[in-house]
């Protein structure tokens, strides 16, 4: 295998994983598991500090298995109840009883648990600290710290000294995964469609995660509804159960239900459940109208997920630009492949989706997300049936007129343009 391919694999493998709950209050689920388990004894106070962007990515979303929305919650389910060892799964196995006001809750209400903002030197970073009493009475307290990435930790302390380090010269941070790849979308569509399916059956796991939460998204009614409303409609005869609308439907139900805090996983990408959500449910779409293999809805998959990874190493992981709107370019790309078209109709399909809904900010995680959800896979399919007819918008606004350069200007715009966007909307969010 071409070394650049074993690259990739390994790309694709670290950031394309299981995820319970949105990622940004699961980091710091994660982060007070950890320490909790290194106290050694039972936790009564914690001390949750964040970045803005994480901060702003867990005001309005519920934290699966406590019905209950944001940071505190989170950490403190964590401390209690969470498994350290279960990565962005931290909570799968949390209980009724330790979110209940005797264990999780009562943290909150006595005041024990802090959740501040601060400047960090990375858009994912959260530190815990942990503290409570031995048997003998002697207080102890145990720090974790999170940066670069949900659960990468980087440092951790036992009352107040240092445990773990990780070493300096290896950044790992996520927006750097890309640095030194040789990597470009005609790379990718190459890895994607020659290399051996049983190097990359795994990603089919995406499908089965996925598909899981957009049963449960159109069986039980999670934020929004969105999928159930399109669902009724179309029973009542105003829309068409279409490709279009199926997708919609379908994709944005797989958001309700992981906003709404269902107690199932979803199959991450980059750091975010619900983009790994674009990357997958419209691709299965495609792969059932045109009959697809396993093998070819796998190829197209890998070649969603890994075309998405490769447009958001970019810009910075968190900002104020909603990593739907790349995602979905990935995705047409994928369908591209599945209808029998070419390289070049690919990046057609890239080209039309970010010229559509390349506008799109973030302003945080929230049921909402599963309308941004919905019009970013809306603008996949439309850009993905242009493309198929030769169709591209070219040299237009930030769409350059090939799309490697296409790429390289909306990271530009992100880093250099919307620093003060991402400001102002946490502004506003916290006022």
Known sequence: MKQAWQQYLKIIQQVVKPALGCTEPIAAAYA??????????????????????LYKNSMGVYVPGTGRIGLAI?????????????????????SPEQVARAQAQALIDAGAVLVSRTEAPEFIY?????????????????????????TRIVEQRRDGEVTF?????????????????????????????????????????????????????????????????????????????????????RTAAASDARMGGASLPAMSNFGSGNQGIAATI?????????????????????????????IKSHYPPLSAFCGN?????????????????????????????????AGMVCDGAKASCAMKVSTSSSAAVRGFLMALNSHS????????????QTIRNVGQMVKDGMAATDSTIIDIMSA
């Open 32 to 53: 007070a598991a950890v320490a909790a388990r290194a106290l050694g004894c039972e936790p009564e106070r914690l001390e949750v500090v964040v970045s803005d962007n």
């Open 74 to 94: 989170a950490a403190a389910a964590g401390a209690i109840g969470g498994k350290a060892d279960a990565g962005l799964e931290v909570l799968a196995a949390i």
């Open 126 to 150: 959260c530190r815990v600290t942990v503290s409570g009493h031995d048997e003998q009475g002697e207080e102890h307290s145990a720090e974790v710290t999170l940066c670069g990435g949900h």
């Open 165 to 249: 380090a990780a070493d300096p010269a290896q950044s790992g941070a996520t927006g750097a995964i890309c640095d030194g790849v040789d990597i470009s979308i005609a790379a990718i569509h190459e890895f994607a469609t020659q290399v051996e399916f049983e190097q990359i059956r795994f990603i089919l796991q995406a499908s089965e995660l996925n598909g899981r939460l957009s049963d449960e998204g159109m069986s039980n009614p999670y934020g929004l509804e969105i999928g159930r409303t399109m669902q009724q409609n179309i029973q009542a005869g105003l829309i068409g159960e279409d490709v279009m609308n199926r997708i919609v439907m």
């Open 282 to 310: 419209p691709v299965v779409v495609i792969a059932e109208r045109y009959g697809a293999s396993e093998e070819q809805l796998a190829r197209a998959l890998i070649m969603s997920h890994l075309g998405a990874i490769y």
């Open 325 to 357: 709107t790349v995602t979905s370019a990935a995705a047409a790309m994928a369908m591209v492949y599945l209808a029998g078209g070419s390289l070049e109709q690919s990046c057609h399909a890239i080209q039309n989706v970010l010229s559509d809904s």
């Open 393 to 404: 918008v070219s040299g237009q606004g930030i769409v350059a007129g090939n799309v490697e």
